[in-house]
C-alpha cells in the first residue's frame, strides 16, 4: 500500500493521485445531489455567498426547497455537527434543478449563465475528494468511492484521467495554482517510481 503524500499542509490519500476519474452526467444524471442522507459540508462564509446568491436562483428552485429554505434557511447542522446545505426528503438538496434528465445545481447553472459571481460550496466542486480538518492546522484529503459513481470511474479510465487531474479546477480554487503544480510534480514522481518498481 503505497503511504501519505503530504504537499504543503495538505495530507493526501494516495488514491487520488493513482485512480481514475471523470464525471459522465449522460450516464449518472447527477445523482449525488439527490442521494445521501445530508447535505454538502458548507463553511460560514459559504452560506453568506449562497445567501447573497439566494434571489437570482430561487425562481429555479422547487416548491418544496422553497419551502425547507424559508422554515429553516439554505444550511442546518447535521447530526454529526457540521454545516450542510437542507435538503428535500431526507435526501435530495434545495439546489437541485432538474434539466433534461439530470439534476443540476442551481447555483452553478447561475454562476455559468454570468447571474451570479458564486458558483458552489467546494466540498461539491472537490467531490470525489472529501476533505477534513485535522489538527495543527492540516487538512486531510481522500477519495471517498460512491457506487453511483461507478460511471465516473470507467469514463476515468477510458480518458486516462486521474481523480487530482479531473479536479484540477476546484483543487486550484481551493488549494491555489502553485500548490496544484506541486501536486502535479508529486503524482509524476509518485507514477514514475510505481512503474519501475512494477
Request: proline residues 4%.
Amino acid at each position: 500500500m503505497l503511504p501519505i503524500i503530504q504537499v504543503g499542509n495538505v495530507l493526501l490519500s494516495p488514491d487520488i493521485l493513482t485512480e481514475m476519474f471523470c464525471c459522465d452526467l449522460s450516464a449518472c444524471h447527477g445523482i449525488c445531489c439527490v442521494e445521501g442522507d445530508a447535505g454538502a459540508p458548507v463553511t460560514l462564509d459559504e452560506i453568506a455567498e449562497i445567501e447573497n446568491a439566494l434571489e437570482t436562483v430561487w425562481p429555479d428552485l422547487s416548491a418544496s426547497a422553497q419551502s425547507v429554505i424559508d422554515r429553516q434557511g439554505v444550511a442546518y447542522t447535521d447530526r454529526e455537527g457540521d454545516l450542510v446545505t437542507s435538503i428535500v426528503g431526507g435526501k435530495d438538496c434545495v439546489f437541485t434543478c432538474h434539466e433534461g434528465g439530470c439534476c443540476l445545481c442551481a447555483l452553478e447553472k447561475a454562476y455559468r449563465a454570468g447571474r451570479t459571481t458564486y458558483c458552489k460550496p467546494i466540498s461539491c466542486a472537490l467531490y470525489p475528494i472529501r476533505e477534513k480538518q485535522l489538527s495543527a492546522g492540516y487538512v486531510g484529503l481522500n477519495y471517498n468511492r460512491w457506487d453511483v459513481c461507478r460511471d465516473a470511474v470507467a469514463l476515468g479510465k477510458k480518458m486516462g484521467l486521474r481523480v487530482y487531474q479531473f479536479l484540477k479546477e476546484p483543487l486550484i480554487r481551493r488549494f491555489g495554482e502553485e500548490w496544484y503544480n506541486e501536486l502535479t510534480l508529486t503524482a509524476k514522481e509518485l507514477l514514475k517510481t510505481e512503474l519501475e518498481r512494477n
